[in-house]
């Protein structure tokens, strides 16, 4: 489950448009501001490069979401006490409730998933959401699809 987990948090997947009790809280933030939120509510407090690393994205684009977030009052840029020129970003009271309430959303969107799937289902549903994900980021090739012209055999019982 947790790979489910980290996997909707690294590729920016939309679990939460298939339910509808989350609307409101998706005019709040966009998915970005989103997964900032999560990550530091799960990593903790992050400098500005281990943000955009573990992003994927460029540090002037984590800077943008950063400024964003601080403006909305979710997070709070300081300088790091160990090195004055890393700025360390923190949740704030209103951040950290708000990426609780997605926590919470996203437990009980996962959940409704274990009790949809066997565990048989479930571990297959990850393996090829997990491939998906690695062929969409071209880190694994495509499989060659057999010729459709091309004859099989099909064994049949009597």
């Known amino acids: 489950m947790q790979q489910l987990y980290d996997l909707f948090l690294k590729t920016g997947l939309r679990p939460f448009a298939f339910m509808t009790d989350t609307l409101h809280l998706e005019q709040k933030v ?4 989103l997964t900032t939120l999560l990550i530091l509510l799960f990593r903790g407090d992050q400098t500005m490069s281990e943000l955009a690393s573990e992003m994927g994205a460029p540090l002037s684009s984590m800077t943008s979401i950063a400024a964003r977030l601080e403006r909305k009052g979710f997070i709070a840029r300081a300088i790091s006490a160990q090195d004055q ?3 360390l970003v923190t949740l704030t009271q209103e951040g950290r409730r708000l990426a609780k309430e997605w926590e919470h959303l996203m437990h009980e ?3 409704r998933l274990e009790e949809a799937f066997t565990p048989e289902e479930l571990d297959e549903f990850t393996r090829l959401l997990l ?6 980021q071209g880190e694994e090739p495509a499989r060659q699809y057999e010729a459709k ?3 099989r055999k099909i064994d049949i019982e009597d």
């Open 109 to 111: 969107m996962l959940g």
């Open 149 to 151: 012209n091309q004859a």
């Open 30 to 33: 966009t998915r970005s501001d």
């Open 85 to 87: 020129r890393v700025r």
């Open 131 to 136: 491939k998906a994900a690695k062929v969409f």
